[in-house]
């Protein structure tokens, strides 16, 4: 009984091992289906990665050069300065430094016609760049007739232009001359800036020019002080100390030059000719305007 049982199982076993062979050989697709993928696509060899599938040639447009830039205008550094001092009406009688209130609008007319831009000293001092035509109107003194006169066709223009005031004459209210009040809104325009034209050093012919035998310490203790309450009035007055000086009669003082340098940012003679303000905004030149010198003599047309 022991040996049937033993035949049994080794009969068994033999089939077990056997039936596996057998049943390969009976799938002949199994081969294949081993050696290919799904849907028959053969499988990579292990260890390497699907090569990605090849492109269509992409057609490139030619590349477009880049537009040039255009070159950079060249920079202003021109300033056509143009001194006024009184204007009068029409009827009354004309000197060096007096124009009539139709000169003044033709003026105004010829630099609008010929593209002539008005600057104000706080632009220059900015360093603003100047526009192609650049002007500074300035007038000098400080007479009432620059209120009642030159300021509503700054306005009818909106033109821009300087006041450099005597400011003793203000601050006593010499007849003919300026008052704060009509300092005051002629600056609130935006149209007009205050300048300092001493406090009372101009009622001398010298202006700020040292005498005859002065010492340093002399002049000093009589100049500065002058020069000083100009500034100070005007800062009181109109809540900002002034950045433009003109000398007195045009006359420029070496000794001055250091405190001058300090207190101002903008300051012109008179001598003549358009200033280069590249050369810096000090002692610059100006023309003077009168009756007999129309605007096409002096500036480019």
């Not at 033109?159 to 009509?182: D, P, Q, R």
């Not at 250091?258 to 207190?263: A, K, L, V, Y």
Request: charged content about 20%; hydrophobic content about 40%; proline content about 9%.
């Amino acid at each position: 009984m022991k040996q049937r049982c033993k035949r049994v199982l080794a009969f068994l076993i033999a089939l077990c091992l056997t039936l596996p062979a057998a049943c390969h050989q009976m799938d002949p697709g199994a081969s294949a289906a081993s050696a290919e993928g799904v849907g028959g696509a053969p499988c990579p060899p292990p260890g390497t990665t699907e090569p990605e599938p090849l492109r269509p040639p992409v057609s490139r447009p030619e590349p477009v050069p880049e537009p040039k830039p255009e070159p950079l205008a060249e920079e202003n550094h021109t300033l056509y300065i143009l001194m006024y001092h009184h204007v009068v009406p029409e009827d009354w009688s004309c000197n060096t430094w007096t124009v009539t209130d139709a000169k003044f609008r033709s003026d105004l007319e010829w630099l609008a016609e010929h593209g002539y831009v008005t600057v104000l000293p706080s632009q220059l001092a900015a360093g603003e760049p100047l526009p192609e035509r650049a002007v500074l109107l300035t007038l000098d003194d400080g007479y009432a007739s620059n209120y009642w006169m030159v300021f509503p066709l700054l306005q009818e223009f909106q033109a821009k232009a300087v006041i450099s005031v005597i400011t003793s004459y203000v601050e006593k209210e010499k007849s003919g001359y300026l008052t704060w009040n009509m300092c005051k809104v002629m600056s609130w325009s935006g149209l007009v800036e205050i300048g300092s034209h001493t406090y009372a050093c101009h009622e001398g012919e010298n202006g700020i020019l040292r005498r005859k035998h002065e010492t340093r310490e002399e002049y000093e203790a009589r100049v500065i002080p002058d020069l000083q309450t100009s500034i100070d009035l005007i800062a009181a007055n109109l809540e900002a100390p002034p950045q433009f000086f003109a000398y007195p009669n045009g006359k420029v003082e070496p000794w001055a030059k250091p405190f001058i340098r300090e207190h101002f940012a903008v300051t012109v003679t008179t001598l003549h000719g358009s200033a280069d303000i590249s050369q810096g905004l000090y002692a610059m030149n100006r023309f003077t305007v009168s009756m007999d010198v129309d605007l096409d003599d002096i500036l480019p047309g």
